[in-house]
């Protein structure tokens, strides 16, 4: 498992730790208090496979999040073998999708 960051919404309630194991590009979105309210599949979500693992020797996961000022989580991946991005955009408080997930 490789993470990288955590990420604090404004109020400082909410964290997100986006991770990848093995190809699995997850984001688990917690409270201060350690109680998990989601984990997101990012492959799932961005409609990619598993295959793309870290590259060896680069500890960096392919999958970044952060909260923007309305506390909305985006997300962005790099699928390495695709070579292309996917960007969106989470709602945690509704546990919905804002911006479909889009590739460049």
Partial sequence: MCANEIEQCNDGEIFAVPYSDNGKMRVIIVKND?????????????????????????????????????????????????????????????KKILREPICT
């Avoid at 500890?59 to 960007?87: G, I, Q, S, W």
Wanted: with cysteine; glycine share 4%; aromatic share 14%.
């Fill in 34 to 94: 350690g109680e998990v309210i989601e984990t997101l599949n990012v492959n799932e979500i961005c409609g990619t496979d598993e295959l793309s693992i870290p590259i060896v020797g680069f500890r960096n996961p392919l999958v970044t999040a952060c909260f923007n000022r309305e506390n909305d989580l985006a997300v962005v991946m790099y699928h390495r073998f695709e070579r292309k991005h996917y960007m969106f955009t989470y709602s945690w408080r509704d």
